[in-house]
């Protein structure tokens, strides 16, 4: 049997640092030879060792389950497993792609209430004989216990046991960091349907970027995979000793900064392109990627989402009014505003400059930038930010003003009274005590007896009149 493979363009570019030669991502194969087998091929080859489960119960469940998403599959359009997988729609459906094979089960009076187990049973034995080969999206939503478990024990065992002796050696003795991290080969195993030494540094790359698009678990930062790969020396030599070293992308032309926002019409792309590198000349990195992302992004990228084949940069006022509304604001993947946008005045400040210097180049090289000259959508007070600057410190100063006093300040910045201090008391040169000073007179309580009488309170220190003699 002949096997024609074609290959397939990664859907989005990845970003990361050059890569040493023959570590790139490797492209998925659209067709294999398992994928290509007869329903009775797969059956046979799939439900026998090594894909057998432990217990004759667990073995039945299997084949059930394997029996009716090949039932299912066939029922979808498409050449190989693979194309009817894809064409299924269950990549989409990530963590309920059950439903999918139990509404056509339903449909075809075939409904049992353990129809799910069945099929996740099924998935087993599925994606462990690479049958199918699921993308990223969908292998990074499943609860990844037995899947990859079995995936590991029937692809590549020797290499995922070198794995898990050098994760051993290297002192570790947590058992889920060292899960997680063949989890994630497993990741790659299972979708590049290769051994554990025929993994790149491209892929590791690739993976972490799906992780991070996918997954929400906190996982995204773990690299220890990549640290035990390189240690068996699936890298070779020449390897960078940390995944971090290869995320950082580093600086990308101008083309790749205006690609990375996803635009669509091509004219305007190649009109921001040129622009950029012109100013590139004049301007740092850092600006030159806020440029990217204010006019490619903000601007033109989301004009597009909003009026889909918009294609001149001649925009009228109601397009301008809305456009402006929606930049003012930061918005969630729903479009529901969160918050106001605190450098909205930067991204009218880079479109009117683009306008601007469109107008001023075209009057040098009219042929290359006269047809793109046209009236500006932003106003000057647009790109004005004192205001923003007014509000933002006074409500600084609201706060100072509102602030209650810190009840644990230091004795230095209390308020001091020289009636409440207390004087020190210094003993004299010989060492004696320093007798105590005497008690301030106490002050008469005044009487009620009148301004001539005496208060009979108030000891006397003269004798009585006639005493003693």
């Known amino acids: 049997m002949t096997?024609?493979?074609?290959?397939?363009?990664?859907?989005?570019?990845?970003?990361?640092?050059?890569?040493?030669?023959?570590?790139?991502i490797r492209e998925v194969p659209t067709?294999?030879?398992?994928?290509?087998?007869?329903?009775?091929?797969?059956?046979e080859r799939t439900l026998a060792l090594p894909f057998t489960a432990d217990t004759d119960t667990n073995q039945r469940t299997r084949r059930r389950g394997l029996i009716k998403l090949l039932d299912w599959l066939e029922d979808q359009p498409g050449r190989t497993w693979q194309e009817r997988w894809t064409a299924s729609g269950a990549e989409e459906a990530g963590r309920e792609w059950p439903r999918l094979p139990m509404q056509w089960l339903a449909e075809h009076q075939?409904?049992?209430?353990?129809?799910?187990?069945?099929?996740?049973?099924?998935?087993?034995?599925?994606a462990g004989g690479q049958v199918v080969r699921p993308a990223y999206r969908w292998l990074l939503r499943q609860r990844p216990s037995q899947l990859l478990a079995h995936i590991r024990s029937?692809?590549?065992?020797?290499?995922?046991?070198?794995?898990?002796?050098?994760?051993?050696?290297?002192?570790?003795t947590r058992a889920n960091d060292c899960n997680n991290a063949l989890n994630r080969v497993?990741?790659?195993?299972?979708?590049?349907?290769?051994?554990v030494h025929d993994v790149t540094i491209g892929d590791c790359v690739e993976l972490q970027h799906a992780i991070g698009e996918h997954q929400t678990n906190g996982y995204h930062g773990k690299h220890l995979f990549y640290q035990l790969l390189a240690g068996l020396g699936v890298f070779g030599p020449d390897a960078p000793a940390r995944l971090?070293?290869?995320?950082?992308?580093?600086?990308?032309?101008?083309?790749?900064?205006?690609?990375?926002?996803?635009?669509?019409?091509t004219a305007i792309r190649d009109l921001l392109v040129d622009y950029l590198t012109e100013r590139a000349v004049d301007v740092d990195y850092?600006?030159?990627?806020?440029?990217?992302?204010?006019?490619?992004?903000?601007?033109?990228?989301?004009?597009?989402?909003?009026?889909?084949?918009?294609?001149?940069?001649?925009?009228?006022?109601?397009?301008?009014?809305?456009w402006r509304e929606r930049v003012r604001m930061v918005r969630d993947r729903h479009g529901i505003p969160i918050r106001p946008r605190v450098n909205a005045h930067t991204v009218f400040s880079w479109v009117r400059a683009f306008y601007q210097d469109l107008a001023r180049w075209a009057a040098e090289e009219p042929a290359r930038w006269g047809p793109w000259v046209a009236p500006c959508p932003v106003r000057d007070s647009d790109t004005d930010h004192s205001k923003n600057r007014a509000r933002r410190k006074a409500a600084m100063d609201q706060r100072t003003r509102t602030a209650p006093s810190c009840p644990h300040s230091?004795?230095?910045s209390k308020p001091s009274s020289a009636s409440s201090r207390t004087p020190r008391r210094v003993s004299p040169p010989d060492g004696r005590p320093r007798p105590e000073p005497p008690s301030p007179p106490r002050r008469a309580r005044p009487s009620s007896a009148g301004p001539g009488c005496r208060p009979a309170s108030t000891p006397t220190t003269q004798p009585p009149v006639g005493a003693g003699t």
Not at 155 to 160: E, V
Not at 244 to 265: F, I, S, Y
Not at 286 to 314: C, N, Q, Y
């Open 3 to 24: 096997t024609e493979t074609v290959t397939a363009r990664p859907s989005a570019p990845v970003r990361h640092a050059p890569l040493p030669p023959g570590q790139k």
């Open 31 to 43: 067709s294999w030879w398992q994928t290509e087998e007869s329903r009775e091929k797969v059956l």
């Open 110 to 126: 075939r409904a049992r209430k353990y129809d799910r187990a069945d099929l996740c049973c099924g998935m087993i034995p599925l």
């Open 154 to 172: 029937v692809t590549d065992p020797h290499g995922f046991a070198a794995l898990k002796d050098r994760y051993t050696a290297t002192g570790h």
């Open 186 to 195: 497993t990741w790659i195993v299972t979708r590049k349907g290769s051994t």
């Open 244 to 265: 971090k070293t290869v995320m950082l992308p580093g600086q990308l032309t101008p083309a790749a900064l205006v690609d990375r926002q996803g635009n669509t019409c």
């Open 286 to 322: 850092t600006t030159l990627e806020d440029m990217a992302r204010s006019l490619a992004g903000l601007f033109w990228r989301d004009l597009e989402k909003h009026h889909p084949g918009i294609d001149s940069v001649r925009l009228d006022a109601d397009t301008v009014t809305a």
């Open 410 to 412: 230091p004795p230095w």
